[in-house]
């Protein structure tokens, strides 16, 4: 279940009095209306239903929503269908504009632009990317400073929302015993050290980061010079 579904439940509940009111008194008219009112009321939450239960299958067998680290809740099915709800619509923007242009496919005239994106998807790209970056280097600090010492503590806080997937290096790869002049993984630790230590993304950041890179790819944004 997700938000909205009580108010459905509450519409089929006041249907099916009014229903037994107008079997009373025999009005075919408003048995019809209730018998329609019930009949859409279900539909609908069947249909919200199976957009939460989508969500949370889809997460359990490994496929979590992709911008997923951009929101804090998923979207209710009532905020991805009514855009007079003015609800961000990360789904659609997800599937016209940030798997496209991560495909290198020609994205919706709709993702050009911040303004357009706000227009369409109610979705402030530049100020998410700056509150993403943020969350990246309060991350890699994390990790620096030694608070989240074990590859599990990292994986829960991102799960908890505290923390954001960052460039690392591969598991099993022990950073203490690299050769620091070596060029093995360079550009995860360029990215990795980009964090602790610059303002704002990096190039090499944003390479390995999809989000970014598929604003590079949709010419929203230049990787050299990044405004988050």
Known sequence: A???HNTVLTVYIVACLVLFVALRKMSVVLIALCLLVMLGSQVYASQKFDWR???IE????GKPFPLEEMITTYPTFEQHMFKFLKAPDWVRFNSE???P?????PGNADCKTPEAIMLRYNID?????RQLTAKMQNTAKLLESGQMAKRSQYVDCIAQKNCVSIPLLPKGVDAEKMDPMSKDYLEIRQAFWSLI???KM???TCNLTPMCRALVNLNIVKADSLPF
């Open 2 to 4: 997700e938000d909205g």
């Open 125 to 129: 790209i530049l100020e998410s990317m």
């Open 58 to 61: 889809n997460a359990i067998a």
């Open 101 to 105: 242009a991560l495909n290198n496919l």
């Open 97 to 99: 504009c940030i798997q």
């Open 202 to 204: 990096s190039k090499e």
């Open 53 to 55: 239960q989508a969500y």
């Open 197 to 199: 230590k610059d303002k």
